[in-house]
């Protein structure tokens, strides 16, 4: 049974920065595609970055790109979030969830592609 769990959710001000982490565990599949999504309240779930173990390709939002950065632990088990100049609109709870994508390669973030999910983690910023 594949196990996720998140990390790392706070509150945080404006302009701040946090760290999550996601810790996965009894990985079936050699090679598997790790995202972030998000969730604001009232909101659909929205992909916001991933990477992907076979050719280490990632993606990033546009909304995020250039302040987030997704990266993992040599060993593959631990795939972290880096959100810098955190908005008021980046608040939601965050999940992190996994599978073997169709083709192997690449990275995309469209969530019913993906099997595995963490419990999440919230975020809130706010001042």
């Known amino acids: 049974q594949v196990q996720l769990v998140e990390s790392g959710g706070g509150l945080v001000q404006p302009g701040g920065s946090l760290r999550l982490s996601c810790a996965a565990s009894?990985?079936?599949?050699?090679?598997?595609?790790i995202g972030w999504f998000r969730q604001a309240p009232g909101k659909e779930r929205e992909g916001v970055s991933c990477?992907?173990?076979?050719?280490?390709?990632?993606y990033y939002a546009d909304s995020v790109k250039g302040r987030f950065t997704i990266s993992r632990n040599n060993a593959w088990n631990t795939v972290y979030l880096q959100m810098n100049s955190l908005k008021p609109e980046d608040t939601g709870v965050y999940y992190c969830?996994?599978?073997?994508?169709?083709?192997?390669?690449?990275?995309?973030?469209?969530?019913?592609?993906?099997?595995?999910w963490g419990q999440g983690t919230q975020v809130i910023v706010s001042s």
């Open positions: 009894a990985f079936t599949s050699d090679y598997y595609t």
């Open positions: 990477i992907n173990s076979n050719d280490g390709s990632t």
């Open positions: 969830a996994a599978d073997n994508l169709p083709g192997g390669y690449g990275c995309y973030v469209e969530p019913l592609l993906y099997g595995y």
